[in-house]
């Protein structure tokens, strides 16, 4: 049997522990089952990463930046964007699972993580230089629009999956109309520290 190389006993070990750790969060996965999945003893598991937290962040930040490259952010088209995402999570319901557990156990935010951060701010770049050209609306900061874009994403992944292709379209296309029309330029009746009548 052919030794394995230290990069791929990694590979192996965050593939194992994605499925576990998905399930049943930090506190409740099992370091022995996750080590009989990647075929290596338990000690050997520590060599690699040290221990059950620093693993867990492996994972996810590995899932982090996947999705983002799958994500392919766009400030000029934050709907599209948001469709992207919202059929990422439910093709990749692991990923929502990680993330939701990390909030839950750890009481912080994904994106403290240094996979979530450098993330963070590429979006960030990206969308001032759209709010300083006037492509998007200037009423939210970078970080309110991040997140109202991925609130909205993520309380469609809370409900009950959809039952066939046509309710899955139609929560996308709900998503996405929400965002156009809260962040294009100059259409919003919000602006900072009062409320417009947009009727006037």
Wanted: negative net charge.
């Amino acid at each position: 049997m052919a030794k394995r190389r230290p990069a791929e006993t990694q590979q192996m070990l965050l593939d194992a522990a994605l499925g576990e750790f998905a399930e049943n969060g930090l506190a409740g996965a099992r370091i022995d089952r996750i080590a009989a999945a990647a075929g290596i003893s338990k000690p050997m598991l520590y060599v690699h990463f040290g221990d059950k937290e620093a693993l867990f962040d492996a994972v996810l930040s590995r899932e982090i930046l996947a999705a983002a490259q799958d994500e392919r952010f766009d400030a000029d088209d934050l709907p599209g964007y948001a469709g992207r995402t919202y059929d990422l999570l439910t093709e990749r319901p692991h990923l929502w699972r990680l993330m939701t557990w990390f909030h839950l156990e750890r009481g912080q935010e994904v994106l403290l993580l240094p996979a979530g951060h450098s993330v963070l701010e590429v979006k960030h770049a990206a969308i001032t230089a759209a709010q300083a050209e006037g492509r998007i609306t200037a009423d939210f900061t970078p970080d309110e629009i991040v997140r109202l874009v991925a609130t909205i994403v993520q309380t469609w992944c809370m409900a009950p999956a959809a039952r066939d292709s046509q309710e899955h379209e139609a929560r996308r296309r709900a998503i996405q109309l929400a965002i156009a029309r809260m962040l294009s330029p100059g259409k919003s009746p919000l602006q900072r520290g009062k409320i417009v009548d947009a009727s006037r």
